[in-house]
């Protein structure tokens, strides 16, 4: 795929969603962190029905600290993984509390090292929280990287590389959002909505589904 159709498959996007933002409900970097920490194998539907009443309770690492492993998982426990997750949940509110004054650090090093926080996690933070020009890759825009053949690559950190390099700098901010939601609800896995997608002239996944 050439520069110039990527740069109209970016400008219909913003066109169609000039202000994307994440699904998952939050209301401060901490709340940000914890949902996507939480996400891992999850729906953001599913995540949200959580921590909706999670964080009306602990909205800060010092109150979740306060709630335990046990407490935690009283709320999580709808979602997949839900034992690991809360103890990381804890062990990363412990670390937050002693060594970074309870904040959420702006710093990608000090985030991968949160229990339960990777490369992924830290980008969605930095990009959506600090307003970083990160982009996190996950399942939906490995695919619709691929698929699309705008940023094709054979690993996830591939693909990241990829669009990192294409991707014009008045863009950089907001495209994990247009792809994850063009990926979840537009270029589904099984049998992509090519009919009523609005960049498939541009696009040149082969086989193409006319729905």
Partial sequence: MNQQKRIEILTRLRDANPNPTTELNFSNPFELLIAVLLSAQATDVGVNKATGPLFQVANNPADMLALGVAGVKDYIKTIGLFNTKAENVIKTCRILVEQHQGVVPEDRAALEALPGVGRKTANVVLNTAFGWPTIAVDTHIYRVSNRTKFAPGKTVEAVE???????????KVDVHHWLILHGRYTCIARKPRCGSCIIEDLCEFK?????
């Fill in 161 to 171: 590389q990829k669009l990192l390099k294409v991707v014009p700098a008045e863009f």
């Fill in 207 to 211: 086989d193409k589904i006319d729905i």
